[in-house]
Each structure stands twice: as C-alpha cells, then as structure tokens.
C-alpha cells in the first residue's frame, strides 16, 4: 500500500530464518516501539503468531490498535483493538487525519 502520508511496516518471518528467536523478537518489539498505530485485519481467521506477538506487544504499550472489519474471530483479539471501523478506507482516513507522518525534510 502507497499512501506518502503514512509510513507503514510488516514483520517478515520469511526474513528471520537468519535470525534466533530472540533476535526476531527484539527486532518486532523494537518495531511496536517506533510505531503509533498497528493496523488489524479483524476479518482473518487466523492470526500467526508474530500478528498475535505484535498485537500484545502494543496492547502492553498502550499503543493504538485499529480493527477493520465487523468483528474479530477470536475474542481476545477483540479485546486488543482501541476502535474498530468496517473498512480500510475509514481507518485509512483516521490515520490520515491523526498520525500523520512527519516529514524530516
């Protein structure tokens, strides 16, 4: 997704396989750490377990999680979502109106 205002990162397991499972976990917590917002898809039916690590994660942080879809398949992950909105292009709008990315220009 190319959206400039919104500067966007996914953890990569197939990106690890050089990695332990400590020095993966560093680096997706370091990433929940600089992040201001993590983006769900609540219509999965499954989540692996770096989506679910990333969502703890921030949730633990009091970070901003923001559900797209009607509603989560797991309750747990229900109750890690801040605001929950019924498409991508309402959650788009909310991080473009308060997470906008600013330029260090």
């Given amino acids: ?55 703890h994660q921030a949730f633990k942080q009091h970070k901003f999680i923001l559900g797209v879809g009607v509603q989560a398949s797991e309750p747990l992950i229900d109750s890690f979502v801040s605001k929950q909105v019924v498409e991508l292009s309402s959650a788009i709008q909310h991080m473009q109106k308060h997470y906008m990315l600013i330029s260090q220009s």
């Avoid at 919104?6 to 332990?20: C, E, H, V």
């Fill in 1 to 55: 997704m190319n959206i400039p205002e919104i500067a966007w990162a996914f953890p990569d397991t197939s990106a690890s396989s050089s990695l332990s499972g400590r020095e993966y976990a560093l680096i997706v917590d370091k990433m929940v750490d600089q992040a201001d917002v993590v983006l769900v898809n609540l219509q999965r039916t499954g989540f692996s377990c770096t989506e679910v690590v990333v969502m």
